[in-house]
T-cell receptor, first 117, second 113 residues
């Protein structure tokens, strides 16, 4: 399977614990996005990378959240001191953007469902 | 600012045609995407419009009017498996190559026998 993969698919944690999620994009894609989605809502943008550079962060991304893409391939999203409000589906997407930077089709992974007790 | 409006829920009958409307207000608009999302699954790409007009792809078609800030997704010959949420997502360009998708809340379509 050469699509976007995410690990783990489900995570249950206690409030105050740290969690880390991993995303492996489609191999030739240079952009990688993180979104958060709660029930009945569309995905909310969190941050994105072009290669290893983090180009944009949403105001939703508090200082408890950090994302990395150290070698421009896979990415990790860490949430420190989790809160119950962090319970959501965390989606990763990837795309290929050329020099002209035209709108890119994003392909989503299956998501990581986080439950904070 | 960003504002995306689409109906929360719609119901249609198997074999029928349904049109899901979306209005949007974004800065730096550079095209509009539609995604399908089945319950508990990730969104999957359906269509992309950057120019005004209708794009047809099998049973699904998507229309865009940039001047009106309006798009619709048309689903023909509805099947039970089309029951899903349909997400309208304008692409907002910040300048240069930077930008991202802004998703609406989605329209939950229920197809009845």
């Amino acid at each position: 399977d050469t699509g976007v993969s995410q690990d783990p698919r489900h995570k249950i944690t206690k409030r105050g614990q740290n969690v880390t999620f991993r995303c492996d994009p489609i191999s030739e894609h240079n952009r990688l996005y993180w979104y958060r989605q709660t029930l009945g809502q569309g995905p909310e943008f969190l941050t994105y990378f072009q290669n290893e550079a983090q180009l944009e962060k949403s105001r939703l991304l508090s200082d408890r959240f950090s994302a990395e893409r150290p070698k421009g391939s896979f990415s990790t999203l860490e949430i420190q001191r989790t809160e119950q409000g962090d319970s959501a589906m965390y989606l990763c997407a990837s795309s290929l953007v050329g020099i002209a930077g035209v709108s890119d089709t994003q392909y989503f992974g299956p998501g990581t469902r986080l439950t904070v007790l | 600012g960003q504002n995306i409006d689409q109906p929360t829920e719609m119901t249609a009958t198997e074999g029928a045609i349904v049109q899901i409307n979306c209005t949007y207000q974004t800065s730096g608009f550079n095209g509009l995407f539609w995604y399908q999302q089945h319950a508990g699954e990730a969104p999957t790409f359906l269509s992309y419009n950057v120019l005004d007009g209708l794009e047809e792809k099998g049973r699904f078609s998507s229309f865009l009017s940039r001047s009106k800030g309006y798009s619709y997704l048309l689903l023909k010959e509805l099947q039970m498996k089309d029951s899903a949420s349909y997400l309208c997502a304008p692409y907002e360009n910040y300048g240069g190559s930077q930008g991202n998708l802004i998703f609406g809340k989605g329209t939950k379509l229920s197809v009845k026998p």
